[in-house]
């Protein structure tokens, strides 16, 4: 048999600790960490055959605080959560939930369905959602306003910019003057980035939206 | 041992306690003691208690009560269904996540 067991005294401080370290934890759970430890110290202990050992064993154990304390992030203990995950502003928002995804569909495509109010429905739902920073919010807004309703604004606007040429005939000799105009680089650029750009935004809040803290998932 | 290498274990150890009984069933001593000698892993043996308790109550592992040549009876853990696809998910990304993180360690970042 062995001289040693629970009843030592270094191990009667030890387990006293452990109890007071797992106060804050449930019942059940609390009981069951004990139930492990002692089982452990008993099998432990029967190794041990001198004060050196005991104390070895304890060592190997680790600190009773420091076992419990942090418990290590698991995708499957969601609920056990709250206790250690810092709060954060955003941890109680929906992360990408309905609201998001009308608002981001409402800024591309509002003004397309109804011109002017459903790009605007769709700043209102961006700016009460809580799920994107304050600056996500402005980059939403302002790139671009209107959505990709900015496309046929643009095409509409193209006589005032496009080149207007005109030809004289004097004398047997043509001459051909233009003036205005951007260069052709210039409209394809404007274009791609007129479309490009409000696309680039969606994607961007979706994601945004989607790294977001979700509602605690059970 | 910094405080982000003893977070790294911490983390690592819920799936190291998996992959164990993924091979077989196990009492806590012997799976305290096992992962207590895997340098560089090694945390305070009691760390898997609390750890045990957890992965019990999500499901990931069972337990039942044993008798035991030596002493009084041991409670046994098994690894369930949930148990082998958390591990399984781990795995996974734990290849890709070292494979990133070696990337960026060794400056590889285009």
């Known amino acids: 048999m ?4 629970l009843d030592h005294p270094a191990v009667q401080a030890y387990l006293q600790r452990l109890d007071a370290a797992t106060a804050h934890l449930p019942a ?9 430890i002692r089982s452990h110290l008993i099998t432990a202990l029967g190794e041990a055959s001198s004060e050196a050992d005991v104390r070895t064993v ?9 076992i419990v304390g942090t418990p ?15 709060p954060t502003p955003r941890a109680a928002t929906s992360g990408r939930g309905a609201l998001e995804i009308a608002a981001v569909i409402f800024l591309l495509l509002g003004a397309i369905i109804v011109p002017f109010v459903g790009w605007f429905i769709g700043v209102v739902l961006l700016w009460c959602s809580k799920t994107w920073t304050t600056g996500q919010k402005w980059l939403g807004t302002l790139v671009l306003p209107g959505g990709l309703a900015i496309v046929p604004a643009l095409v509409m606007l193209t006589p005032l910019i496009a080149e207007t040429c005109t030809t004289t005939d004097s ?8 003036s205005g105009g951007l260069p052709t680089w210039v409209t394809i650029a404007v274009a791609l980035l007129c479309v490009g750009a409000p696309i680039a935004t969606s994607i961007y809040l979706l994601r945004a939206a989607g790294r977001a803290p979700a509602p605690a998932r059970r | ?9 911490r983390g690592v150890l ?3 306690v998996l992959a164990l009984l993924a091979k077989e069933d196990r009492y806590g001593f012997d799976i305290a003691r096992t992962l207590g000698a895997v340098q560089p892993i090694a945390v305070s043996e009691g760390t898997v208690y609390p750890l045990l308790s957890r992965l019990r109550k999500d499901g990931a592992v069972n337990t039942s009560w044993q ?22 998910d781990f795995t996974d990304e734990w290849a890709r996540f070292r494979d990133a993180v070696d990337v960026v360690l060794q400056g590889d970042i285009p």
């Not at chain 1, 062995?2 to 067991?5: D, H, L, N, V, Y």
């Not at chain 2, 041992?1 to 274990?9: C, N, P, V, Y």
């Open chain 1, 2 to 5: 062995t001289p040693f067991a």
């Open chain 1, 28 to 36: 059940d759970e609390r009981i069951e960490i004990a139930e492990g």
């Open chain 1, 58 to 66: 304890l060592d190997a154990l680790g600190e009773p605080e420091e």
């Open chain 1, 72 to 86: 290590p992030p698991a995708p499957a203990q969601a609920p056990a959560a709250p206790v250690w995950v810092p």
């Open chain 1, 171 to 178: 004398n047997g000799v043509t001459l051909t003057q233009c």
């Open chain 2, 1 to 9: 041992m910094t405080a982000g290498t003893t977070q790294l274990r």
């Open chain 2, 14 to 16: 819920e799936f190291c």
């Open chain 2, 67 to 88: 008798e035991s040549d030596a002493g009084p009876p041991r409670k046994y853990y098994s690894i369930t269904p949930v148990g082998r696809r958390v591990l399984a």
